[in-house]
């Protein structure tokens, strides 16, 4: 069967090693329209704003607790972005 000339040899390997960890709040995670406007944002920061394949994008939902010195504990708060 042809595949139209396409070898590895013929095609760069420049997708390699383009793993992506991404790491959403919980409330972001659940909501389809805001997972995809992270992955937009993600990819436009990456310098490829209109495609995602080739990057390997790994998703974590983030569960971070804040432990205060007496030993109180509440949910931890995402630093406001600068700029």
């Known amino acids: 069967m042809s595949n139209g000339g396409i070898t590895s040899e013929s095609v760069p390997n420049t997708w390699t090693g383009r793993e992506v960890t991404i790491t959403v709040p919980a409330g972001i995670a659940g909501d389809l329209d805001q997972m995809n406007r992270v992955i937009k944002n993600v990819m436009t920061e990456l310098g490829h704003p209109g495609c995602h394949s080739g990057f390997d994008l790994r998703f974590r939902q983030s569960l971070d607790f804040v432990v205060s010195p007496k030993g109180d504990v509440a949910p931890g708060?995402?630093?406001?972005?600068?700029?």
């Open 77 to 83: 708060i995402a630093q406001p972005f600068l700029g």
